[in-house]
């Protein structure tokens, strides 16, 4: 009973359960809106996409949902539970998260990292510690095997004793996966998951997320990277200036002009001239075929929307929030 | 309880010069979010500027007339003092780890202390300063010392002049912009070392004009002088909202009010009877200091500190 | 670039063309002059240095080193022996499986510190050069030939893995190459009983160089002591010769803590003078009290400055319920009662400052243990009867507190065991030593668990630690009760061991140690987070006072000054926290410096493949190596 099965608790919600519920979730820091009234649901066995443009309140969306911030107003329900709004209650009850700006801890071994991501599926106090009974062994071994089972899975046994802060950027975004994974939780919530990454790391992310899901993990995806975001998602909510603008599957996202004009920053009412000569090669708009095109097509070439925000990541930006 | 106007104004008069003290450690947080404890020492140095002043006159200057030249030279101290500790002992810990500012900040503090103790002349005990001669002032209700009349007026100017500078002055408002997002100011082409330095030098200066109106109060200035202000003038920076200068202002008001009647009326209540008087007055400016963090930690005028994201 | 070079590791001597030292030398000459520069100093050794035995020591006899002579000697010695271990000696090889120039340039370095502090110290004392005797002259002009001839040696590592480095580099980048060594050769496997004497003896090194520390009579001959030992715990690092020892300990873990235990606690079969034993076991109140506080500083992160206020409440405690007829409560606690009350008291104090602070950013944590600590001493200063209710005396505080009687052991007196006579001070040295066992294992125990992985992740990135799961407030709480709790426990004892207590002995800061600060000092200075670090800052800050009287009244600046610098330069402390330590791995895995990490991984700044083989005594060797 002191630490969980392997398996996370998809088990028992059968497929199309609902895992997170948000209703009307509103953020005000005082006059300013940065999230309005978004509601959003993630099933059982779902990859689930929020794009947006810079500035759209995303991450402010998603401290809102991990209780970094309480929101003003709405709901946050996790398997038909109201979540609190403490970060670490919501970790407990089940959704694990990565950061923007990977936030992992420098100095503790790749190993340690992913041990504290077992925190709260064990229990052992102080006392145990100090008296070291033979349930505390066995506590720190079970931990410990799932621990270097995670990092199998995210191919970062071999690097189990180094320092997190000497691993490569890619591997770091790993290890804070591997490390969310620990917490066994039935929804990952990834925060730009492949920012800065080559087309060959987007793709091996790729493969993680999908294997993730594959463990019957429910996951929700933050991401500039278009393509990857259509490749990888069942559904597609899109955010634009806190609102959310619209939902659907990749396809559905991909056509709708809305979204380019949201990306491109000009008034709906000229959609209609903008997205044609600018969707013809490369924007989202370009992708009116099936998904299975884009999917063969590299990830090298920005589009619109990964231009527009990667270069606009100052520190005015959404992540502005995420300071004390 | 017939003293009790008479309390008050004690009572205020204490808090002006501790909301003195305070403005220098909520401006330099407010920018580096650096408690910057050797703050209670610059204010200690800038007491002993003034007294070397008032030392290099000839005997028998009307302290009247030495007082704009101690006052130019214990500012002049402190500045010194603040700006190089900024720049030799801060600015090379800035973005490194947590603790190391503080610590540094120890350690400078210990050695600013022991420096004045060691080598300035006969400061191994307290060193008599200059006094306004003649009887207080009597306003009816209450009476004012003659020393007291120099913090009355020089601590609503302080905050006129502060006020000013901080809203009408480029480097005012670029200092408030520092404060709300030192990178997007840095980016605007704010010379950021600078608001600090400058940020440093304002609370020094102010706190030597706090260490002058100290020395005229209590008739002297001692080595060891700048560890319990510079802990009251904490709290009353965090009381006031730590970052705000009107907060540390109201907050220096509301701690020395709050001493001034504990001192005087504590022993009154039941139960209480052994804890009135001086000796406590310490510990219930610390009682208060506990009670604020627990019950309004963001202070009387300051957003939420607490460290969420 | 993230793979890993095992070649790095490789001995550097079958490797490419060496760089040359820092001075212009052939190889082979450097090394004649290195010799010939140690020869002449040992041979020095033995002839008068001055003419008087007016300075300490009695340097004065043909033949008979003494005092300061002694530690010359040694360094010249240390020379000659890795010198011939670095040509490659038969039998003397297994002296320097890392480095082989690194160590002879410190040592040589030490050495020369060493004689030309004792002449100048002569000169300066006796008044002039002209109390030279000629042994003086030699030993001067040996150390400095020796120190020549050593940065004449061509560096350990090839050039260019930390910038320009050849011979057309500036000479300091060129001594900074020459500090650099490689990593030990892998040792050859041992049967057990070998590496266990092995361990045996090291330790037995350790506890001897430390009670020469501990014994030196004089200030000079402290000084000396503390410029070869300086130099030559880095030379040994450099060798590699500490690594393999902290790998041999790591790999005989129980073997090597009861080898540190005992040889702490041989410490006083080995002193015929109570004074040392007294001061040894005022040391280890210090240091436990010092590994309390690193719970909290250097696990959770926590800066807590009133940390001695928290000793004071259960000193305070156990002295009301001593039995002392000062004692305002007449009660006479039986003593593990009195240690529960004691650790009680503080731990509700803890609780109490913790809870409203921890919720907010470190730094109001700092300031209100600030406070604390000054509203503890006014507090026990005003319970006095006259300012407030009638429980301290005030200034006067508690004194007669009687010694403490455990199962009819009076500690007080002399005791008689084996033909030794054992004092109060031994007494209360052990049991000093059983606490410093108990809050080692606490340290250890709670380090490697679940909840001081929470501690480190909280200190690493409290929001991260969030995010995990982790109930940062909760578990700060405990990290900063268990603090107090600690020094709770320590206060208890430490009221009976000194006997007397009054509120002046817990201020912040003080020139006699433990105090807030020095406490706080103790831990950055040795490394937080380390169990060896605070043992061995404890160690330095008690015995340089004491030792050192003629910085007297300086000495409080200078402790300001130096902590300003040690966080500038070194902020992570002599000893490098376990996981630093990591930076070097053994795969020879070469690492990122990062420019927020703490510091450059070791003492001379050196950092991309010299790895932390600065006098780092790893954690994970137990608490011996310190105080043993």
Redesign the interface.
Known sequence: MTTHTTTPAATGTGEGGTVLEATGVTMRFGGLTAVKSVDLTVNSGEIVGLIGPNGAGKTTFFNCLTGLYVPTEGRVAYRGTVLPSRSHLVTQAGIARTFQNIRLFPNMTVLENVLVGRHTRTREGLLAALLRGPRFKKAEAESEARAMELLEFTGLAGKRDHLARNLPYGEQRKLEIARALASDPGLLLLDEPTAGMNPQETLATQELVFAVRDQGIAVLVIEHDMRFIFNLCDRVAVLVQGEKLLEGTPEVVQRDERVIAAYLGTPPEEVAAASRPGGAEDGPGAADGAPATTAERPTGTPDPGARNDTGGHGPAGTEGGEKA | MHDLPQQLANGLILGAMYGLIAIGYTMVYGIVQLINFAHGEIFMIGGFGALTAWLLLPSGTSIALALPLMLLLGMACSVLVGMGAERFAYRPLRGGPRLAPLITAIGLSIALQQAIWAFYPDAKKARPFPQFGGDPIDLGAFSIQRGELFLITAAPLCMIVLALFVSKSRTGRAMQATSQDPDTAKLMGINTDRIIVTAFAIGAAFAAIAAIAHGLKYGQVDFKMGFIAGLKAFTAAVLGGIGNIYGAMIGGLVLGFTEAMATAYIEYIPGMELFGGGAWKDVWAFVLLILVLLLRPQGLLGERVTDRA | ??TTHPTATAPARPGPAPTPGTLPLPAGTARAVTTAGAVLTLAATFLPWTWTRAFPGNLTVTGYPGGLQVLTLTGALLVLLFLASGHGVRGLRWLTPGGTTAPLVLLTAGTFATTWYAAGAISVTLGGVVNLEPGAWIATAGSLLALAGALGLPADTPAGTDGPSGTGAPAIQRLRHSLQAPAPRPARALPDWAEILLIAGAFAVVLYVFTYGIATEYGELFVGFLLLTGCAAPALAKAGLIRRVSRLTARHRNVSIAAAFVAAAAFPFLQSDNQFTSIAANILIFATVALGLNVV?GLA?L?D?GYVAFLGVGAYTAALVSGSPYSSVGLKFPFWAAVLTGALASLIFGVL?G???L??????L???T???G??FR??M??LDGI???AVTNGSTGIPQIPDLEILGFNFGETHSFLGFDFTRSANYFWLMLFFTVIVV??FR??DS??????W??IR?????????????FRFKL?AFA?GATLAGLAGTVQAHAVSSIDPEQYK??EAVPPNS?FL?AAV?LGGMGTVGGPLIGAALLFLIPAKLQFIG??Q??L??????L???FR?EGLVA?R??Q??F?ETG?L??P?A???APVDGNGNGTTGGPDGPNDPGTTGPGKAEG
């Open positions: 670039m993230t500083v992160g800066l400055l400052i809870a409203p602070t919720r907010l950013r470190g730094d109001y700092a300031i209100v600030l406070g604390f000054e509203i006014i507090g200063q005003n300012s407030g209710p294992s606490v125990r709670s668990s679940r909840i001081g992985r929470a480190v992740a690493e990135d409290e929001t991260a630690a969030r995010a995990m799961g982790i109930n940062a405990i268990l912040f800061v600060a706080l950055i009244e300086y409080l600046l402790f300001g000054v130096a902590l300003v040690l966080m500038r902020p926290d996981r630093k990591l930076e791995h895995q690492d990122v990062d927020k990490a703490l």
